[in-house]
Antibody, heavy 121, light 107 residues
Framework: EVQLLDSGGGLVQPGGSLRLSCAAS????????MSWVRQAPGKGLEWVSS????????YYADSVKGRFTISRDNSKNTLYLQMNTLRADDTAVYYCATPGEGNGYYYFDYWGQGTLVTVSS | EKVMTQSPVTLSVSPGERVTLSCRASQRVSSYLAWYQQKPGQAPRLLIYGASTRATGIPARFSGSGSGTEFTLTITSLQSEDFAVYYC?????????FGGGTKVEIK
């Protein structure tokens, strides 16, 4: 069974940085395309970034391009999101998500529990 | 960017009723459309992918239809555990985009 555990959220000042992690278990991690999806308080879902199983292809929402970097360490079964130059409107619960093994389509069958990022002075 | 528009924003229904939710894409997305259910404090749950294929473990009362720009999620005989917010998402191309959601609440 696929299990995803998000971590790394917290309170950070505007302009600061934070790195989120998503640890996967029970999977052949390199076979999983992975993504980050966020949800601002009381708002809807917003796709943030995705990365292919091998890590060679990455994709970003315009709202985070140039500030956020998605990466993965397949030897550690872990996905990362490095977030720099954080703004108040980056405040959200961040979920890692995946469509599952060998699935090249970017819908999301498995989700982490979410980690809250609060950007405030 | 393909904008996904869901309607209505809120739907008040009684248990046992049939519910139809709409999702419209600003440009064609073929059948690359997924539906999710989200309850307060929980991560979203995949219901439908490929516009009409139920995800593993999803009850048969949930069904999806449509292609191109018009999509529908139907819930027959709404159960108490179905009161939630529902989102559509296109994965035809980048950027991936979600609809704003439809909240199904108890009447």
């Amino acid at each position: 069974e696929v299990q995803l555990l998000d971590s790394g959220g917290g309170l950070v000042q505007p302009g600061g940085s934070l790195r989120l992690s998503c640890a996967a278990s029970g999977v052949t991690f390199s076979s999983f395309a992975m993504s980050w999806v966020r949800q601002a308080p009381g708002k809807g879902l917003e796709w943030v970034s995705s990365i292919s199983g091998g890590g060679g292809s990455t994709y970003y929402a315009d709202s985070v391009k140039g500030r956020f970097t998605i990466s993965r360490d397949n030897s550690k079964n872990t996905l990362y999101l490095q977030m720099n130059t954080l703004r108040a409107d980056d405040t959200a619960v961040y979920y890692c998500a995946t469509p599952g093994e060998g699935n090249g389509y970017y819908y999301f069958d498995y989700w982490g529990q979410g980690t809250l990022v609060t950007v405030s002075s | 960017e393909k904008v996904m528009t869901q309607s209505p924003v809120t739907l008040s229904v009684s248990p046992g009723e049939r519910v139809t939710l709409s999702c419209r894409a600003s440009q064609r997305v073929s059948s690359y459309l997924a539906w999710y259910q989200q309850k307060p404090g929980q991560a979203p749950r995949l219901l439908i992918y490929g516009a009409s294929t139920r995800a593993t473990g999803i009850p048969a009362r949930f069904s999806g239809s449509g292609s191109g720009t018009e999509f529908t999620l139907t819930i027959t005989s709404l159960q108490s555990e179905d009161f939630a917010v529902y989102y559509c998402q296109q994965y035809n191309n980048w950027p991936l985009t979600f609809g704003g959601g439809t909240k199904v609440e108890i009447k």
